[in-house]
């Protein structure tokens, strides 16, 4: 069945260090959807993409979707103490379910 | 707009007791989820309902129960409380995913332990 691998699990930066978490797929997906859970919060939507290709920017982070449409990436620049958190891409598709999987635990040491 | 709203925020319970916790939506959404999350993991998707008096299974349904009587409420269900279900409950909610993709919207949570 169709899985998504997000890599790494765990990441540990000193603030000011760039970041980068990647999502995977065995096969091509429709869009992609990121969220940020904060420690001890619920997961907030940050972005979708649909296009192949596409790049977006919201101030320091900076989401691509694969051409293949099959991998996508989140990349913050200059991280900061704000930017601790789990960021997640689950798993869609053409149902209106998303799985989750344990998305990428990200610690910034001010 | 609220958004999604749970109450309670925590709860303790002891073994064999039961609850209902309780999600509301104020955006006329039509997709809602319940998810747990356990310490150090993603969510696992309980049970989901695309419209009022329509619900189904999710990944981990078991000792879990839920209706949708009206489009704002879906409430959850635990009947004889056990200490597996110790987690972190999500609701959430999404417009129509033709439109919006199936963008989901998250309440805060509920903690709930079981001793």
């Known amino acids: 069945g169709q899985q998504v691998m997000q890599i790494p699990q765990y990441q540990h930066v000193q603030e000011g260090e760039d970041f980068t978490t990647y999502c995977n797929s065995s096969?091509?997906?429709?869009?992609i959807q990121w969220y940020k859970q904060r420690p001890g919060g619920h997961p907030v939507f940050l972005i979708q993409?649909?296009?192949?290709?596409e790049v977006k920017k919201q101030k320091r982070l900076t989401f691509q979707f694969g051409e293949a449409k099959k991998n996508s990436s989140l990349h913050i620049t200059a991280t900061q103490t704000t930017d601790v958190g789990t960021y997640f891409c689950?798993?869609?598709?053409?149902?209106?379910?998303?799985?989750f999987g344990k998305g990428t635990l990200l610690t910034v040491n001010p | 707009n609220a958004g999604v709203t749970q109450t309670p925020k925590f709860r303790i319970l002891k073994i064999g007791q039961s609850m209902t916790l309780q999600c509301a939506q104020d955006m006329n959404h039509n997709y809602m989820y319940w998810y747990r999350q356990d310490p150090g993991m993603g969510l696992k998707l309980i049970y989901y309902s695309v419209g009022a008096g329509i619900t189904d299974k999710g990944e981990v349904p078991n000792g879990y129960n839920v209706s949708r009587s009206t489009t704002e409420d879906f409430p959850l269900r635990l009947e004889l409380a056990a200490p597996s279900q110790t987690s972190v409950y999500f609701c959430a909610s999404s417009p129509d995913f033709l439109l919006a993709k199936n963008i989901q919207y998250f309440g805060a949570g509920t903690r709930l332990s079981v001793l």
């Open positions: 096969t091509t997906l429709s869009n």
């Open positions: 993409l649909v296009k192949s290709g």
């Open positions: 689950p798993l869609g598709g053409s149902n209106y379910k998303l799985t």
